[in-house]
C-alpha cells in the first residue's frame, strides 16, 4: 500500500581543463566510455570555509530516537520458529512421531483438536504471518516450484484450518500467557509495534475469513508423493536463504512503488501548478516518502546479512534466488568429483557462483579464475571436476551479459549469436531483464540489477582516477544524448547515458570536492541518505555495491521516469526557490549590518555562517541535472527546510533572547488588554508558532501577577532568583526607578544556560523526520480491509510513519511554519 498523495486528496487534485595527451586517454578497462580532465581546485572553493560547529547540532541538542524497526522478514522466520516450537512443547511427550520431522506438527494439531485444547491469540497471529508471507513467496516466480516448501506450507493451512476450531484461553489464563509472551520482547520493542503486530478487531478479522489461504473450515491432511521425504525442523530452518531473499526483494519493490506513486503524483500536480511554489510542498513530502524507504532498506539489509552472513552482497542473493539449476548441477559436481563433501555445500555454491557474478558485473570475468581455482581447491576437485565448474561458470558470464546488457554490449552479443547460426547452431538473442519480472517497480523494464550493473561498472572507472582529476563521459556510449524526459519510456536504456553521463560523475566531484565529501551536514541520514550512501561509495569504490545504495540511486531514476512530464519544470522551480532563499537570507544580513548600533554576536555570525555553507548543495559547476533531478532537487529543499532553516533558524531567532523577550512582552500586553490581536499581525504570527516551545515559556503561558517572574525563569535564572527579580521589579516601578539592589541581581543567573528552542516541539513533521519519533502516528488512511490485509508488513509500517509526518507538513500551521524564512526575519 503505497503513502497517500496528500495533494491529491485536498486539491483537485564548456568545460575547462587544461588537458594533456596523458589526460585525455581513458582509464584502464574503462571500455573507452570516459576521460579524466583536471580539476581546478579553484572550482571549489568553500565560500567562509567549512563551519566548525556542525557537531553542535547532533551533540548539544536532544539525541535523536533511533528505533530499531524489527522487519517483516524477520519476523516471519521468528513467527514460523516460535509456532512449531509451541506446537512440539505442548503436545504430550508419549504422543507418537518424529518430532524432528515436519510432519509432526499435523499430529500435533490433530492431537488438541481431539483434546479442545485452548489456544492463545500469539499463537494463531504468529501462524497466520507465516503462512501469508511463505505463501507469497510460493507463488512467486522462483518458490513456485520449491515442493519442500509447498508442503509445508499446506501442512500451516491444515494446522490453521484446524487450531481455528479450538477455543481460546479464559481470561486469566490468556492474560497470564500474553504477560508471559510479551516480556519476552519488552527490551527490544519497537515504539511502533502496535501498527504492525497487535490482534485484529473484528471488523478487520471478518475480512480474513475465507481469505486465501486462510480457510474457515478443516481442510484435509496434506500428503507427499511416495519417493518424496518430509523436511526435518532442521531442515526447514535452514532452507530460508532463498525464500528469504526474495522476501527482501518484494519489500524493496514494495518500497519503490510508494516513490514511484509519489512522484507519479507530484508529476500531475506539477501540471496543475506550474507557475506556483505550492509545488515545493509537494517536494517536501516525496522526498520524505524516498528517504523513509531508503532507511528502512538501509535496516532491512543490515538485518538480512546478521541473519545471512553468507549472503553479504547482492551478488551472492541473486546467485540463490535465479541460479537454482546451476546451483545444483555445481553441488553434483562437487559430490561427484570433489573427495570432501559438507553440509554447507549448498551455501557455498551460491556464495561462489555470486563472486563470479559480481565479476560479471564488474567487467572483470578474468578474475573468476582464482575463484574457480580457490573453490576447487577447497573441495579437492579432480581436474574433470575443474573443467566442468569452469564451463557452468562460464554459462554464468554468457546469462549475465545476456540478463543485463549495456548498450555497447548488444552488437556483439548479435555478432556470436549469427557466428553460432552460421555454425549451425540455432540460437537467438534471449529477452533481457528477466530475472525479477514479476516484481513491477524493481524488475523488467526498471530492473533493479541493470542499475546495480551501471554502479558497480562506474566504481571501477572511480577506483582507477586520481583525486586531482574528474570524469567525462563518451556522449552515446551508453545511450541516446544528450537526455530529454520526454523520449523516457523505461530505466535500462532509457537511462543509463543519464545516470552514467549526467549523474554519477557529477556525484563523484561532489564527493571528492564539494560539500558532501567535505563535511557531515548534521542529520544527514534522516534528511538526505541517498547523499550519505553515494559519498560511501564514492570513497570505497573498491568494495562490491550494497542493496541500500542500489535502491537509493534506482530510487533516483525512478524519480526521474515518472516525474518525466514536469521534469523539467520542477528543475528550474527547486534551483529557483533554493537560490530565492539564499538572496533572502543575503538582503536581510545586509539590512542588519547596514543599521546604526548594530552588533553581530559570534553566535549569530557562526549560525548564519551555517545555514549559508549549505548553499554549497545548489553549485552550477556540479550540473543542474545532478543537483535538481526530482529526487535530488526535493532532498536539497528537505535538507535546506529541516536543518538549514528550522534548526539553524530556531538558533539564530532567539540567539540572545530576542525572540522571548518580544514574546513575553507582547503577550504581557494582550493579556493586560493593551494590545489587540489582529493589531500587530506578524507578532501574532510568531506567537502561533512558538506558542508550543518549552524554551520560549517553560510551561504553561505566563498569568497576570507572574510576568517578570517567569520571563527571568525562561531567561535561565533559578525559581529563587526569578522571584526576587520580580519583586525588585515591583518596588522600582513603585519607586519610579531603577535601585542598587536590581543592578546587582542581574550576575545571579550569569553563567547559566537558557533553554533552547527545540524545532521538534514546533513541527510534529520535524519530529518524525529528524528524530525519527513516531511513537504517536495514527493511521487515517488505510481502510478496515486494507489494514487487515497489509498490517504485519513493511510497507504498511512503512505508508503510516509516512502519511502521518505527511499529514503534519500539510497542516495549515506547519505549512505556512516551514514557508518562513527563519533567518531573514531576525533582522
Known sequence: MPPKNKRQSTKKNKKKGNTTASNNEAPPNSNRSTKQYDVNEKDFLFPGGLPDNFHEYEDGRKKSIQASYTSVYTRYKKATREFVNFMIQNTPEWVAGNRNSVDFLLTAAEWMVENRFEIHANVMRDLKLAIRLRKRVGESLYGGGDVGHKYFIDILVFCWSHLLTLPRLKDKQRIQVESDENEKYTRNKNSYEALMFDEEDEDEAAFLIDEVPFPSVPVPRPKLQAEQQPWTIDELMKSDDRTDSILFLFALDDFMGAISYQYKSLAQNCSRHEQSTEIIEDLLEAATTANMTIQQVQQLEMEFITDHEHINTPYRMLSAIVLPEITFHTCQIVKNHGKEWTGRIEQDVFSFLGDCLECTFRNQEEKADALISDFCHRYEMNPSGFDEIT???????????????????????????????????????????????????????????????????????????????????????????????????????????????DILPQWFLMCRHGIIGQTNIPHEPELCPLFVLLRDYVQKPHKPVTWSLVFAVHALLTATLDAAPAYNVLMNMSDAVFQNYFQQLDHAFKFITKEKDTRLTASFAQNMGTVSFLKNLGLDKFGRKALWNPLCASTTLLTLSYFGNMEVGCALIDCRAQLRITLH??????????????????????????????????????????????????????????????????ISILDRRIGNNTKQSWGRGKGRKMSPIEPSELLTSYRRICNRDFHDVVDRHHTVEQRARTKGTEIYGMAVRTNDTMDSITTEDESAFLSLVLLAICR
Open 391 to 501: 564451463k557452468w561458470v562460464q554459462g554464468v558470464f554468457s546469462i549475465t551479459k545476456m540478463e543485463v546488457p549495456l548498450m555497447a554490449e548488444i552488437p556483439i552479443l548479435k555478432k556470436q549469436l549469427e557466428l553460432a547460426k552460421s555454425l549451425g547452431q540455432n540460437h537467438k538473442l534471449p529477452k533481457s531483464h528477466t530475472w525479477l519480472s514479476n516484481m513491477e517497480y524493481i524488475g523488467g523494464d526498471r530492473a533493479i540489477h541493470h542499475t546495480l550493473r551501471l554502479l558497480q561498472s562506474f566504481s571501477k572507472i572511480i577506483e582507477s582516477t586520481p583525486n586531482d582529476k574528474k570524469i567525462l563521459n563518451r556522449p552515446g556510449f551508453f545511450g541516446p544524448s544528450p537526455f530529454r524526459p520526454e523520449r523516457v519510456r523505461k530505466i535500462h536504456g532509457d537511462l543509463d547515458e543519464y545516470l552514467m553521463a
Open 665 to 730: 512582552l507582547f503577550h504581557a500586553l494582550k493579556v493586560l488588554g493593551l494590545v489587540r490581536e489582529g493589531q500587530i499581525p506578524f507578532l501574532d504570527i510568531l506567537n502561533q508558532y512558538f506558542k508550543s516551545s518549552r524554551g520560549v515559556w517553560e510551561g504553561p503561558l505566563p498569568r497576570r501577577g507572574e510576568f517578570v517572574k517567569r520571563f527571568w525563569i525562561c531567561f535561565g535564572m533559578s525559581a529563587t532568583d526569578s522571584k526576587q527579580m520580580s519583586e525588585e521589579a515591583k
